[in-house]
């Protein structure tokens, strides 16, 4: 009989205080037994009653330089001991039975590698959206050890790996690609943890059964709440996010989900040309074509609005970003419901 594997919790907290203890406080409240996981804490602050906290409940807090960007994957392997490795966002919060579900996954399956649960979308004050834009798996998705490099997979798969509070991963198959994980653009990133697993020839799992909260609150990193004010931050963002998906799209060249991350570049290109003060990318007739196919594929409107926005931007670039902002503010009031009054 397989031991059974051990568990490292990582919470990844950067420049944000306010959450991190019910973070943590969920953690600690698993019905797995406490013996067989750890908790780590990567914070590039320090703060007294937290970091108090923190040593009362045997949780190692790791603290960085404040100016320092989240730890790279190679890092966390070098301080988690753990088979598995569960992420937790510092804002987010986990069911009782996290761990316990996450546990019989792995132990059941050892060509699991990666594993995805649902999630709800809550408020700052943990009450449940009924409605939420947010992509996760409404039935039960499994893509057996290699079968990404084989056979097609579903256009909507790359979408699974959305909010990392929601992601377990084996550290087994890990080690080839940590050349890739130590780019700066590939800090504990949910595309390139997915992707990486879909091309390690183990076993990717995505459960609807929701074991996570995923807190949704104003915040200049969600692109939800983008204002006129943070025209730079999304540029930087998209430049980001376009060299970690060409990073990816090398990887896995000659692959089925090779498309599907060509799909994914495109959007970014639309997106990002139209907050660019300076023109530096003109796209071509196939680049439309591709985005329109891409994204009808995968059931994403994004052309809809993105092609008549890039049109607008070169004319007005101002007033293009104007339009983006209140279809963004439009799309915000459609998109989410309402906690439901207790």
């Not at 996981?37 to 409940?57: G, R, S, T």
């Not at 699991?112 to 834009?133: A, E, I, Q, T, W």
């Not at 798969?157 to 509070?165: H, K, P, T, Y």
């Not at 926005?309 to 902002?325: D, N, Q």
């Amino acid at each position: 009989m397989l031991a059974a594997p051990a568990y490292s919790v990582i919470i990844l907290a950067y420049n944000r205080k306010q959450y991190l203890r019910t973070a943590v406080a969920s953690a600690l409240d698993q019905t797995l037994p406490r013996e067989r996981y750890e908790i780590l804490v990567y914070k590039n602050f320090e703060d007294p009653e937290i970091d108090a906290y923190l040593e009362a409940n045997g949780v190692r807090n790791l603290t960085s330089d404040p100016d320092a960007r989240p730890r790279t994957m190679r890092t966390v392997l070098d301080e988690a001991h753990g088979d598995v490795l569960c992420f937790l966002d510092d804002d987010d919060v986990w069911m009782r039975d996290k761990l316990a579900v996450v546990d019989r996954e792995f132990s059941h399956d050892p060509t699991l590698g990666y594993f995805h649960n649902g999630f709800d979308v809550v408020d700052d004050d943990l009450r449940p959206f009924d409605r939420s834009p947010f992509p996760q798996p409404g039935v039960r998705l499994e893509i057996r050890a290699g079968d990404a490099r084989r056979r097609p997979v579903p256009p909507n798969v790359l979408r699974i790996g959305f909010n990392s509070s929601s992601v377990s991963v084996r550290r087994g198959w890990l080690t080839p690609f940590l050349p890739s994980f130590e780019h700066r653009e590939a800090e504990v990133s949910d595309a390139m943890m997915l992707c990486s697993a879909l091309l390690s020839g183990w076993t990717v799992l995505a459960d609807p059964t929701r074991l996570t909260q995923y807190r949704y609150h104003d915040s200049w990193t969600n692109i939800l709440h983008y204002t006129p004010d943070s025209v730079g931050p999304i540029v930087d963002f998209d430049s980001i996010n376009l060299r970690l998906l060409h990073m990816i799209a090398g990887l896995a060249s000659g692959t089925t989900i090779a498309p599907l991350l060509d799909d994914d570049i495109e959007l970014l290109r639309f997106h990002r040309s139209i907050f660019v003060d300076v023109v530096d990318w003109r796209p071509g007739i196939q680049d439309f074509v591709r985005f329109v196919r891409g994204s009808a594929k995968q059931q994403n409107i994004a052309p809809l609005y993105l092609i008549p926005l890039h049109v607008l931007a070169r004319i007005s670039p101002r007033k293009a970003r104007r339009a983006y902002f209140r279809f963004a503010e439009a799309y915000r009031k459609y998109a989410f419901r309402r906690p439901s009054a207790a």
